[in-house]
């Protein structure tokens, strides 16, 4: 299982994995999962995976939009 985390501050999502799933104790931040933000949008203010997971949707404050992410997406390469 995994769980990611919004970091407006720093306009970034980080991605842990769980070891007992629903369990935020046991999360291990994966380095190598962040996805950078800055440069796309500076000001995210949430996000959202498509039911399938394949599909990864950020809204942004600083330009109003939402950006679109879609199966190429690699969430290893900093973006920013």
Known sequence: RTM???DKTNARI???TLSTPNNPATA???PEKLLNLVGI???P????WDPTGTYLYVAG???DKVHFFG???DLSENLG
């Open 14 to 16: 980080y991605t842990f």
């Open 4 to 6: 990611q985390v919004l």
């Open 61 to 63: 404050a600083q330009n």
């Open 71 to 73: 199966p190429s997406i």
């Open 41 to 43: 949008d500076n000001d």
């Open 28 to 30: 291990v931040h994966v």
């Open 45 to 48: 203010v949430g996000f959202e």
